[in-house]
């Protein structure tokens, strides 16, 4: 077993457009969408190949990505759960999800929550699975099951979870955790993880659920559409024809999805790409260019959609990233 390691990160405004491993291994984009101020906080520990993490977002969210392709993540969300959908699925009380391996996923939060996720081999969990229940953890081939947990599990969890990371954090000045007892927290996570999913059951799918799964597989595949045909050249008629749906359909799919319309969808991922590369800014970048990358043909109207999205003229943040990579 590898050493352990614990981080903690605190992104503040523009920052967590910057955040793309929140869940080690994985790959996220978040988009903003408000101007309300974005602090994004973000804790790890590695237990060899056993990961724990924890994010805290104060503002609404859009996390779009995929989970880690070598382990199965076990999420749940404690805080603002009611304000949240996974692959626009709503979250249940004592809920938890149970992700394949490189399960896409849409998080979408529409004000403040906090998440957890445990990832583990699966070979490591099915082993315990087998020694503490002699029976395998029914896991999705793809995307995730969700498990209805008791109550005093999913509190169980939670807790381990958050002592793990505040033992973690008050160890690290001192050297860290020791290797044996990096062994000992490796195993209680998965022996609580497999109690908690033995006694508790598999949500069965219904019309509901498979609506939103379908749902989430046609958003992902207009998404692609838009970006993989040039932001610039592709419009909403465009979409709905190669998407197979008429325009009004998928203007009410998008509504009842994801409480928006495909074009302020589309637009805020544009948005979001403009701001990622203003950020990130090389030298040589202009308002102008970033602009017509991401499929705005009027600059003026740009500006203004860029500002009631995130409190400032496009100008303004190209200006900040420029002085600040000068100053480096």
Not at 48 to 77: H, K, W
Not at 171 to 185: D, K, V
């Amino acid at each position: 077993m590898s050493a352990s390691l614990y981080e903690a990160h605190t992104y503040s405004g523009f920052e967590p457009t910057q955040i793309f491993d929140v869940v080690y291994g994985g790959h996220f984009e978040h988009r903003l969408i408000s101007s309300n101020r974005a602090d994004l906080v973000h804790r790890r520990l590695v237990l060899g190949d056993v990961r724990v993490e924890s994010g805290t977002y104060n503002f609404a969210v859009i996390g779009q990505g995929a989970m880690p392709q070598d382990t199965v993540c076990i999420g749940l969300v404690d805080e603002g759960m009611e304000l949240t959908r996974c692959n626009l699925e709503s979250i249940g009380e004592d809920e938890v999800q149970v992700y394949a391996p490189g399960a896409e996923l849409t998080y979408h939060a529409t004000g403040a929550s906090r998440w957890i996720n445990v990832a583990m081999p699966e070979a490591k969990l099915q082993e315990m699975a087998m020694a503490r229940l002699g029976r395998p953890i029914s896991l999705a081939k793809r995307g995730f099951k969700i498990y209805k947990l008791l109550r005093e599990s999913r509190i169980q969890l939670q807790q381990l979870c958050y002592d793990a990371l505040d033992l973690a954090a008050e160890l690290a000045p001192t050297g860290g955790i020791a290797p044996q007892l990096a062994r000992e927290m490796s195993r209680a996570f998965v022996t609580a993880y497999v109690d908690a999913l033995g006694t508790a059951h598999v949500a069965e799918p219904n019309s509901k659920s498979a609506t939103a799964q379908r749902h989430h597989q046609l958003i992902l595949a207009c998404e692609r559409l838009l970006l993989g045909g040039g932001v610039s050249n592709v419009n909403l008629s465009e979409i709905a024809r190669r998407s197979g749906y008429s325009q009004r359909s998928l203007e009410l799919i998008f509504q009842n999805a994801v409480g928006m319309t495909p074009g302020r969808w589309f637009a805020n991922i544009r948005l979001n790409g403009a701001l990622r590369e203003l950020v990130a800014a090389a030298p040589d970048c202009s308002v102008t260019s970033v602009a017509t990358r991401w499929g705005f043909r009027h600059l003026s109207r740009f500006a203004e959609h860029y500002r009631r999205t995130f409190g400032e003229l496009p100008s303004e943040t190209l200006s900040r990233a420029l002085t600040r990579q000068a100053s480096r």
